[in-house]
């Protein structure tokens, strides 16, 4: 039988966005939201480690911003609680992992709540270590002609997770791992509010492993 994902609680939806770098795609999602494409609120940012947390402050974004940093939790788990904790705590409908590169373990309460945006078309280049540059690298090391972005839901491991949207580019003969990344950050400005969009509409059932967008 499918599984359908119910629609938020919260409209405007409430997001809780998880980070590990520069807040890029973050930073999208707030433009998306102000131009009214995104019917959403930023209800709270957690960031994974120091650097992130000092780029974010600097940024001066209207939103909580929380630091719980992974080098100071013995394990996952604890790790994991202390994050749900702040995204419990601002109420929010939908997290986004938004280039957090830490593994979490989700509770029951937010499975099928969580997504996660990939730089490449999965489950090509994904697991472990595979973020950034790295992806980047390896796609033009395999010759592909065509890269692109993911967003699933996050599961219990690293881009395992169901997929809702997938968005495609050219990879070209001159690409670094730097233009190529650029060219698919322009994909990922598009398909994370989309899949949010899905989400927020009640728009999206699970067959199997295989997600239907009606």
Do not use: W
């Not at 940093?69 to 986004?96: G, W």
């Amino acid at each position: 039988m499918p599984v359908v994902v119910p629609k938020p609680r919260h409209q405007p939806i409430r997001l809780a966005v998880l980070v590990s770098g520069g807040g890029t795609t973050l930073v999208n999602l707030a433009k998306k939201i102000e131009t009214g494409e995104l019917d959403a609120e930023l209800a709270v940012a957690v960031c994974s480690n120091q650097a992130s947390y000092d780029r974010l402050i600097q940024r001066k974004l209207d939103i909580p911003i929380h630091l719980v940093a992974r080098k100071d939790h013995v394990d996952t788990a604890a790790f994991s609680q202390a994050v749900f904790q702040f995204v419990h705590d601002s109420n929010a409908d939908l997290v986004c992992l938004a280039g957090f590169l830490c593994l979490l373990s989700i509770p029951d309460d937010f499975v099928h709540r969580v997504l996660n945006i990939h730089p490449a078309l999965l489950p090509a280049f994904g697991g472990k270590g595979m973020f950034g540059q790295h992806v980047h690298q390896a796609v033009l090391d395999a010759g592909c002609k065509v890269s692109g972005c993911t967003v699933h839901f996050a599961d219990q491991t690293y881009d395992t997770g169901v997929i809702l949207v997938q968005r495609t580019c050219p990879v070209l003969d001159d690409d670094t791992p730097q233009t190529l990344a650029a060219r698919v950050f322009e994909q990922e400005c598009l398909a994370y509010p989309q899949a949010i969009n899905l989400f927020l509409q009640g728009r999206i059932s699970i067959t199997d492993g295989v997600a239907c967008t009606r």
